[in-house]
């Protein structure tokens, strides 16, 4: 197994997290003025538009976000195809909801039973908001938060093509045959923390028995529905789908990439660090397998 070596003095799941530092900004195809105190200012942070203030952006003035935008430092925007400029940071665009919140409010205010801090504390960091930071401390201080025990968190996934056959109706009396690749995904996640594997289990809805094994590791099995397949000949064959997230946010697993994000969103949430990938550790959403500890 390829091991996945992190940056001395860091740990190998902040390094993936947190740098680099600078985010990416894509250049214009034409120049532009740079925008002015007082004016909005339109962020796409990871495919998310945010629109805002210079003030707010600038409230801290030694964040990576005051430095950017600080007065005489212009940068360049990237222009959307409607014509309205835009700036592209590529980091997570829900995450920075509760960020701008921040810089508006001066004051941590996140909903009932949030529950990715550590993510936040991760993009608050490489956004360089020391206040936010403290924020999230005392918050967590403040909720108690036990000191983690060590545990290990496994994940492999693996998938397999496979060739349908199915007749199509072209008419009243025209029916044709036709073929469609159906991918089969199967993985398995095995974690030795039991609130870490429940909460594998709730992120994707595993509740019925046929899905939950019980002890420190459950089986999944799932295919995406082709468009070109028929539903009927779809649940004839007796497969189904995958789906992740709470109530009113559900979303479709297609594949392997929407897969691990996921598990990586839960073993960050619960503490976890990357420990390594295989087979490419330099493409780590399309690998077959991810080992986390936590110390």
Sequence with gaps: MTQFCPHPGSSAFSSLAVSPVVPKISPPPVPSSPPSFGGPVTLNVGGTLYSTTLETLTRFPDS??????RAGTPIPPNLSPQGGGHYFIDRDGKAFRHILNFLRLGRLD???GY?????LRAEADFYQIQPLLDALRDLEASRGTPVPTAALLHAD????????HFSARRGPHHYELSSVQVDTFRANIFCTDPECLGAMRARFGVASEDRA????????EWAPCPAELPEVEYRRLGLQPLWTGGPGELREVVGTPGFLEEVLRVALEHGF???????????????RSLRFVRH
Excluded: W
């Design 157 to 164: 996934v693996d998938a397999s093509p496979r060739l349908v």
């Design 273 to 287: 660090r990357l420990d390594s990938v295989f087979p490419d550790p330099e493409d780590l959403l399309n690998s």
């Design 115 to 119: 529950g990715e801090t550590a993510l």
């Design 64 to 69: 990576m976000l005051g430095a950017m935008f």
């Design 213 to 220: 094994e019980g002890g420190p590791h459950f089986r999944l």
């Design 110 to 112: 996140l909903p009932r």
